[in-house]
């Protein structure tokens, strides 16, 4: 019972840091050209915890990429990537990334689709025979 308990409490911590990662992507990304003082705020605070080297708090922003198992520099540049390009494009890269997952999944849809035509037509032969 206590081994489920803390598998529990582990997912449970785990999906609250994704949450909060999502959440400061947001707002990098949202409240990057702010234009009101909250706006200005809530970007601040977000690029603020995304750079601090701070493990105090139990979800700073080192202690949440321990807890997902992601590199801190790496999802710092992720994170902080896009800031310094336009939006032109960072929207580019997006839609290009996009594009991309499009195209594999219409890919693998021909591909079953072709498979599945092929055991038809192998069953009908068969049934010939």
């Not at 947001?26 to 601090?52: C, I, P």
Request: aromatic share 10%.
């Amino acid at each position: 019972m206590n081994a489920y308990k803390n598998l529990r409490i582990t997912k449970a911590k785990a999906k609250l840091a994704a949450g909060i990662l999502i959440q400061a992507r947001r707002d990098l990304r949202r409240f990057r050209n702010a234009t009101t003082a909250l706006e200005r705020e809530l970007y601040l605070d977000a690029y603020t915890w995304v750079v601090s080297e701070n493990e105090r708090w139990p979800f700073s922003f080192l202690n949440v990429c321990k807890l997902l198992k992601r590199e801190p520099e790496e999802l710092r540049q992720d994170l902080l990537q896009g800031l310094s390009l336009g939006a032109c494009r960072y929207w580019s890269g997006r839609f290009a990334t996009t594009l991309s997952q499009f195209h594999v999944s219409v890919r693998d849809a021909v591909v079953r689709q072709r498979r599945r035509a092929g055991a038809e037509i192998g069953t009908l032969v068969h049934g010939l025979s």
